[in-house]
């Protein structure tokens, strides 16, 4: 299956989502590079409207807005895949070995993961990081420690399914070594469920991480963070729209380019 | 004056798959009159299910289907005939009964509504549901259709068909999924309904065998058009089309070329003994106290009715399963099985090449012997850098073979290996099966449902019962003079293939 | 052991987890209870005597123990913030988030309904595909900035804040509708009806989304079905097909989907309470957090946290009832 080939195959959706995911991984990496202005030192003057040397105006100390939303764009993505990535790799390899294993190995595991997915997500979440106090990477911990359940679920429940298959049978049979056996024959089977989940999840995270910011759980004042923007503009709107509707149209965007991405990549793993 | 049932008149139908469109009948000519039976023959791709589906005016609108010609159907034109028209037809016309009895049935709905869902009152279901052979009417109008048998769910499609009183009755390829003995009521059934209620009957089969013992006459469908109708029993002495006589040709070799003995090795490739298993407590064991023997370079095929135990025999046998009594000896560490669905024992996402070569682990000659193994069972050794999804059935199978016999074990254990194949794809498989028999000195142990092909393949003839091996003998000696009454019932069941010589 | 005895001692264990977690994160905080009640200046024997009074020299157990028992006797401890018992607070305020809660799935279910036949009859639309991604992925303090911006602002058709306009109303359940209903006040119905609209639908957007995708999938898989063949090879109306043949059998994913954006729905309602100063549950958190009001917050995740297993509870027996295959086990 060449990439290039799987990417000519997809809707124009689709790819829009796929570029636009790059493009915005690209941009919040190089951020720091790229931003035409110092995101926390004033500029210009207070409440500029959108123009061409301020692409989004300035904020309310004089601030320029695109290069403190770049900058909060950073703040949300970047951890957003961390969290995605880092769970990822915990549940996956719980789920695999839960899932090959079997038997009372499989049993406890899947009462622990059970616990962990009975508890109400954002509320746990919520909870820790008020009571250990904000942060990026209280944030990260937090979120992590209640998404990796759902990727074990997932990576188990696919492995479960591979091991009755007439095709692992024939493997086991023919005597492979059983660790070539686990990454070859059961895994790889594992992540086109996987990777949809996570691509859609992206979305998932990025809102999260835009909410506890709005409820001020975020980091402190003068960090660029999107969702703190907006809830500190909110009496604004009317007067100075920019101010809290473009870093909500950056969640906006990020959200909509990873669950593009990820529809596309389902579409496409489904049809394959 | 009695009008034609179904008259169909220069029927072509193109659909589109992928958006590029592809003809898939043409210029299709057939007639049937009232209460006569029609087997409609044809491998698989060759359109019969198409021409099903056309006669209900339910080709699926994806696939934004063109029909021209001309089908009348109990005095009514199908093609151009609007939703509403073509509703009643399928309520009080044409009727049809599926293939997979399971799938055809709505499975969170009980049997009653679904039933009365299909007109009639409650004693004129009951009524059928009796005509059909169902006697025991409270509890399955009360069921749920996982928790009938194979046999009572097509039972029951065939009576919520009937109880509209069609003109047509479409039965496409209704006992594929069905036991030989299951196979030979159904058929009978259908017969009788014929003969009692004057229904047209168009039976759709891949299986000339199972044509000639229902129909009257037959049509054989070959690459979407009619290339021959005849009588059935004209046809199956004097085919005039190639197409027919490649199909004859490959039934007759089924039935009269069994494969030559192999070289009796000394030594034991498998025995069971005294084996027995249940998988759940306090059930009836699935096999009881089942004794087996298999010597090296023999082959033994174990013929028997779906859960009979035929699958446990060969799971105990590779080892995936240990019995919960008795003794297996092997003379393998590993015997290798062959599959009933070649595309689904490979790993869809590893190359051919790689899951063949993984069974030798990482040896100097890995590649050289995996295009060996390819040359052996007739394929291309390029082949061996494809992915599973690209080879056809027939492909599948022989690179299942090569994975079996690159590191060539002393016993092969067979699942049904060609019970999915159109007949003459299935004699080219049991050949080759029997070439690297030769060549490999292996022992066999060939499971099927087929008594046909288990002649053809087997020196011997296991027949299990209900987890027992009620007889075993040498094949020509089972069917010649079979000893039990259960191999004399599975002999007539079969249908006129044994006995085609 | 009949399913409900079952679930209900699994619920029983898990609110206990749940407890055993809240109670660790008090004592995780970083500043020491008794100094805080005693005062920063307080000698240090005065600060002994109320962490004795407080019992915080107790060993862990039998803290964990008393904490139990307290929590049973549905003392969940005094707000920091309105010196009431968090209790009483959430008593208060719960009715009316349960009210804009239900709402909110009330619409979000039938949107999900319209949303999954839409893409049913359009199934090459990319643009309706492209459109009703747009509209999930959007974050919810923008929908509900712009649909305030909109329908109150600019075009007055819709209140904005609040849940009465200006009338002091309040009726035996708390449930605004159902009492105005039960006091024969159509005025009060209809402007309670009128305050839920924005909320509720800026709340509802994103389950019915996420709702309408699982059902629209699920639905395109069952209708390929060859049962539906079967169904319609008996003549019947197609809509009979879809609904009887088809929507049954598709609804065990988007119930489950459901049961998991009920637990997304918090996050979501402390952000619509504090948009459109909706005095509920979701307000009283924000606040709870702005204040550092650790027993409010603590206290009211309990109880949210017993609200969503119970609903979990709700949704297992829905899907096996949609589906009577599935044997309701522990």
Not at chain 1, 211 to 228: I, N, T, V, Y
Not at chain 2, 79 to 103: F, I, T, W, Y
Request: with cysteine.
């Amino acid at each position: 299956m060449s990439g290039l080939g799987l990417f000519t195959r997809t809707r124009w959706a689709d790819r829009a989502g796929l570029l636009s995911v790059l493009t915005i991984t690209l941009m919040t990496l190089a951020a720091g590079v790229i931003t035409p202005f110092d995101p926390q030192s004033r500029v210009a003057a207070a409440y500029l409207a959108p123009s061409a040397a301020h692409w989004f105006g300035t904020d309310e100390i004089g601030r320029d807005l695109f290069s403190r939303v770049l900058q909060g764009a950073q703040l949300t993505w970047l951890p957003a895949v961390t969290v995605i990535g880092l769970a990822l790799f915990f549940g996956a390899a719980v789920g695999l070995v839960s899932g090959a294993l079997g038997g009372w190995v499989d049993l406890t595991l899947q009462r622990v993961v059970d616990l962990f997915l009975v508890l109400p997500p954002m509320l746990i979440a919520l909870t820790v990081v008020a009571v250990l106090g904000p942060g990026i990477v209280n944030t990260v911990i937090a979120l992590v420690i209640f998404w990796w359940p759902w990727y074990a679920r997932i990576t188990r429940d696919e492995v479960r399914r591979l091991k009755g298959r007439p095709h692992f049978e024939a493997a086991q049979l023919g005597g492979i070594d059983p660790f070539c056996l686990w990454f070859r024959y059961l895994l790889p089977g594992a992540v086109p469920a996987l990777v949809v989940a996570a691509t859609l999840d992206v979305a998932n995270v990025v809102l999260a991480m835009a909410l506890m910011s709005f409820l001020g759980l975020g980091q402190p004042a003068p960090a660029a963070e999107l969702g703190a923007m907006t809830a500190r503009s909110l009496e604004s709107l009317t007067v100075y729209w920019w101010l809290p509707i473009l870093p909500a149209a950056a969640v906006w965007l990020m959200c909509l380019s990873a669950n593009l991405a990820g529809d596309g990549l389902r579409s496409v793993l489904r049809g394959a | 004056m009695s009008e034609a049932a179904l008259s169909i008149d220069r029927l072509a139908v193109v659909l589109h798959r992928n958006g590029a469109p592809v003809s898939v009948l043409a210029d299709v000519r057939l007639a049937l009159a009232p209460g006569e039976v029609l087997a409609l023959v044809g491998e698989s791709g060759s359109g019969k299910s198409t021409l099903g589906l056309a006669l209900q005016g339910l080709l699926p609108a994806e696939a934004a289907p063109r029909i021209a010609g001309s089908v009348r159907v109990g005095g009514m034109e199908v093609v151009g005939a609007r939703p509403p028209e073509l509703r009643m037809l399928r309520r009080k016309v044409v009727r049809v009964v599926p293939q997979d009895p399971m799938a055809g049935l709505n499975p969170t709905m009980k049997i009653g509504r679904q039933l009365a869902e299909s007109g009639g009152s409650g004693p004129t279901i009951r009524d059928w549901l009796a005509r059909t052979g169902l006697h025991d009417a409270e509890r399955i109008l009360n069921a749920l259709p996982h928790e009938l048998s194979g046999g009572q769910r097509q039972r029951v499609l065939i009576a919520m068909a009937m109880l509209a009183r069609p003109q047509l009755l479409i039965a496409d390829e209704p006992t594929t999924a069905l036991d030989t003995t299951t196979q030979a009521h159904i058929l009978a059934l259908l017969r009788r309904l014929a003969e009692q209620c004057r229904t047209a009957i168009l039976f759709i089969t891949h299986d000339l065998a199972v044509a000639g013992s229902l129909a009257d006459r037959i049509a054989v469908l070959h690459g979407g058009r009619i290339v021959e109708t005849a009588s059935a029993r004209a046809l199956l002495a004097a085919p005039q089309h190639i197409y027919t006589q490649r199909l004859l040709t490959a039934l007759r070799d089924v039935n009269t070329c069994p494969a030559a003995p192999g070289e009796r090795g000394a030594g034991t490739a498998l025995r069971l003994s005294s084996v027995t298993k249940s998988y759940r407590l306090g059930r009836q064991p699935v096999l009881k106290s089942v004794n087996l023997l298999i010597r090296k370079g023999e082959c033994v095929a174990l013929v028997g009715e779906s859960g009979a135990g035929k699958s446990t025999v060969l799971r105990i046998a590779a080892g995936l399963v240990a019995p919960d009594s008795g003794d297996v000896a092997r003379a393998d560490l590993r015997p290798q099985m062959v599959f009933q669905d070649p595309a689904s024992a490979f790993t869809p996402w590893l190359r051919i090449g790689e899951q063949i070569g993984d069974r030798l682990g990482r040896q100097r000659d890995r590649h050289a012997r995996v295009g060996q193994a390819l040359e052996w069972v007739g394929l291309d050794p390029a082949m061996a850098n494809a992915l599973p999804g690209e080879l056809s059935l027939g492909q599948c199978q022989r690179a299942a073979l090569a994975r079996a016999v690159v590191a060539p074990p002393a016993l092969l254990l067979c699942d049904e290996p060609v019970s999915a194949m159109d007949m003459p794809l299935a004699v080219a498989i049991l050949d080759l099966l029997s070439e690297l028999r030769h060549r490999l000195g292996m022992a066999v142990l060939f499971v099927t449902h087929d008594l046909a092909v288990a002649r053809k393949v087997g020196d011997n003839i296991a027949v299990l019962k209900d987890g027992e091996l009620v007889e075993e003998a040498a094949a020509d000696d089972l069917l010649d003079n079979p000893q039990t009454d259960y191999t004399r019932a599975l002999i007539a069941a079969a249908p006129a293939r044994v006995s085609i010589r | 052991m009949p399913y409900i005895v079952r679930r209900v001692i699994g619920l029983v264990i898990v609110l206990l987890a749940m407890t055993f977690i809240v109670f660790c994160l008090e004592s995780l905080v970083p500043t020491d209870p008794a100094r805080a009640m005693a005062g920063v200046s307080a000698p240090i024997s005065t600060v002994e005597m109320v962490r004795q009074q407080l019992g915080l020299d107790q060993p862990l157990p039998t803290r964990y123990g008393r904490f139990l028992l307290r929590l049973i006797q549905g003392d969940l401890g005094m707000s920091v913030r309105t010196r009431q018992p968090v209790l009483n607070d959430i008593m208060r305020y719960l009715p009316a988030s349960l009210e804009l809660c239900a709402f909110a799935l009330l619409g979000g279910a039938l949107l999900a309904l319209c949303l999954a036949m839409l893409q049913g009859w359009f199934p090459n639309a990319a643009s309706l595909r492209f459109a009703i991604t747009a509209a999930g992925s959007a974050p919810i303090f923008l929908t509900g900035l712009l649909s305030a911006y909109l329908f109150w602002f600019v075009l007055g058709w819709l209140p904005g804040s609040g849940r009465l306009t200006g009338r002091s109303f309040a009726g035996p359940t708390g449930f605004n509708v159902l009492d105005g209903l039960l006091a024969g006040r159509a005025d009060i119905v209809v402007d309670a009806i009128a305050h839920l609209v924005l909320p509720g639908l800026t709340l509802a957007l994103p389950i019915a989304v996420a709702i309408g995708r699982s059902l629209a999938g699920a639905l395109h898989d069952v209708m390929r079905q060859p049962y539906i063949r079967t169904a319609r090879g008996k003549g019947l109306a197609e809509g009979r097909v879809v609904l009887c043949h088809g929507l049954r059998n598709a609804a065990s994913a988007p119930l489950a989907m459901a049961g998991l954006q009920v637990g997304l729905l918090f996050g979501n309602l402390l952000i619509v309470e504090q948009t459109f100063a909706w005095p509920g549950i979701g307000l009283y958190m924000v606040q709870a957090f702005a204040s550092s009001d650790l027993p409010a917050i603590l206290g009211a995740s309990l109880v949210l946290g017993a609200i969503y297993l119970a609903i979990g509870i709700v949704i297992e027996i829905a899907q096996s009832l949609a589906d009577p295959r599935i044997t309701l086990r522990a």
